[in-house]
């Protein structure tokens, strides 16, 4: 199995603040790579998917990048609704693993 | 307007079987595959397969291949996930999901459905 490692597990950021999460794959997965953000209690919504293409209705503040085995999210101006926590998912091959999540707080 | 609804939450006990459900609408329920996501109290987004209702071809993560069946009705748009003896370590909440065409990434997720296993 493809293993994914975020860093940060938690992030303590203000609101307007830069925030980028790194997801780091254990072989290379192209860019068959998505996010997703989900809050407490609701299921999770996908933001990115091919690694930094924006899914539909997301704000544009959310950006993805990276290939190979190194990816990022950022998020530009953090704001009150994106207190959250975000999970990559690899795309490339069965079983398609998650990341084990990075909790976004409010400081 | 694409559309997953889950059954509701169960409570069961150790050794009993069970059948959750997700029902799809507002798309070809035939043309995509449809995905189940384990989530224990607490924890993170774990993948244990997927299944498309078109012709019944599944996938299993090995974590999850023979303690789960992943099934589909494809003639009520309804996708399923069961156990034949369930354990306490089952307890959590479970979420299906629309994985997309061709990025395969989850775009439509349904509601999820919790399962409490407690003597």
């Known amino acids: 199995d493809i293993q994914l490692t975020q860093s940060p597990s938690f992030l303590s950021a203000s609101v307007g603040d830069r925030v980028t999460i790194t997801c780091r794959a254990s072989q290379g997965i192209s860019s068959y790579l998505a996010w997703y953000q989900q809050k407490p209690g609701k299921a999770p919504k996908l933001l990115i998917y091919?690694?930094?293409t924006l899914q539909s209705g997301v704000p544009s503040r959310f950006s993805g990048s990276g290939s190979g085995t190194e990816f990022t999210l950022t998020i530009s101006s953090l704001q009150p609704e994106d207190f959250a926590t975000y999970y990559c998912?690899?795309?490339?091959?069965?079983?398609?693993?998650f990341g084990p999540g990075t909790k976004v707080d409010i400081k | 307007e694409v559309q997953l609804v889950q059954s509701g939450a169960e409570v069961k006990k150790p050794g009993e079987s069970l059948k959750i459900s997700c029902k799809g609408s507002?798309?070809?329920?035939?043309?995509?595959?449809i995905g189940w996501v384990r989530q224990m109290p607490g924890k993170g987004l774990e993948w244990m397969g997927i299944i498309y209702p078109g012709d019944s071809d599944t996938r299993y993560s090995p974590s999850f291949q023979g303690q789960v069946t992943i099934s589909a009705d494809k003639s009520i748009s309804t996708a399923y996930l069961q156990w034949s003896s369930l354990k306490a370590s089952d307890t959590a909440m479970y979420y299906c999901a629309r994985q997309s065409g061709l990025q395969k990434d989850f775009d439509y997720w349904g509601q999820g459905t919790l399962v409490t296993v407690s003597s």
């Open positions: 091919a690694a930094s």
């Open positions: 507002g798309y070809s329920f035939t043309s995509y595959w």
């Open positions: 998912q690899q795309l490339n091959s069965y079983p398609f693993t």
